[in-house]
């Protein structure tokens, strides 16, 4: 008999990333699949900016494999699930707006040429 059957809420470590969806594994012998489409109810571009590495997720059993203990989950369809896009912050360039200033006067001036000739 099974340790785990579908419905069961259990606590895992996602250990691999793929476009696709996420791998996490739950005690030393459990191990599955959570599908891209079951991260979130909330559209997905991708994964990594919800979920990484060595995280701790909550997730719902949605099928018992019967080899290899290989499972499908679910994160969003945990009771109370609150998964949010994680914040990353912008990297700066060593440049910021120096490139833009650099433009603008020529910009301003090819627009103003064109606004004389429609005058």
């Known amino acids: 008999m099974d340790k785990y059957k579908k419905g069961d809420i259990v606590n895992a470590i996602i250990t691999n990333t793929q476009p696709y969806g996420v791998f996490a594994s739950f005690d030393d012998d459990y191990s ?24 701790e997720v909550t997730i719902k059993i949605l099928e018992v494999g019967k080899e290899k203990n290989q499972y499908k989950l679910s994160m969003k369809r945990v009771d109370g699930a609150n ?32 606004f004389d000739k429609k005058s």
């Open 83 to 114: 998964i949010k896009k994680k914040n990353k912050k912008i990297k700066e360039t060593v440049f910021g707006f120096y490139l833009l200033k650099k433009k603008l006067p020529a910009w301003i001036d090819e627009k103003m040429k064109e």
């Open 32 to 55: 599955g699949l959570i599908h891209i489409s079951e991260i979130t109810d909330k559209y997905v571009k991708d994964i990594n900016d919800y979920v990484e590495v060595g995280d």
